[in-house]
């Protein structure tokens, strides 16, 4: 078995794991950022085998440069996603934060509302 046999390329900027919806930058960034080790990843990612985190990992080592890379254009289209997010949030992040703001301002003056 190769070892891109044990991924699933949609897209240049989606690469799954095989028979998951588990890409390798979850793995990744597991490994790499938060410093877990396989056996942790793999109970963290339930749909993944220990093999299969291995063979990422493995990957990773191959195609340093390339995966990297690939995991730098994810961060920073999270980055994106988030700012994003702040400055459109959706009706219902405008609720909770009105909810909580409403709580409090209840809290701090020792008011309390029949329901």
Do not use: C
């Not at 085998?49 to 995966?67: D, F, G, P, R, S």
């Not at 009105?98 to 309390?112: D, S």
């Amino acid at each position: 078995m190769n070892i891109e046999d044990y991924f699933t390329q949609l897209a240049p900027d989606d690469i799954r794991i095989s028979g998951t919806r588990i890409g390798i930058e979850s793995i990744l960034y597991e490994y790499i950022y938060r410093g877990k080790t396989p056996e942790e990843i793999a109970q963290q990612f339930h749909t993944v085998t220990l093999e299969q985190v291995y063979a990422t990992i493995l990957y990773y080592l191959h195609n340093k440069e390339a995966v990297s890379a690939y995991i730098a254009d994810w961060l920073e289209f999270a980055r994106r996603q988030r700012e994003q997010q702040q400055q459109n949030p959706s009706p219902v992040r405008l609720r909770l934060q009105q909810i909580k703001a409403e709580q409090v301002a209840q809290a701090t003056t020792g008011l309390t509302l029949s329901p």
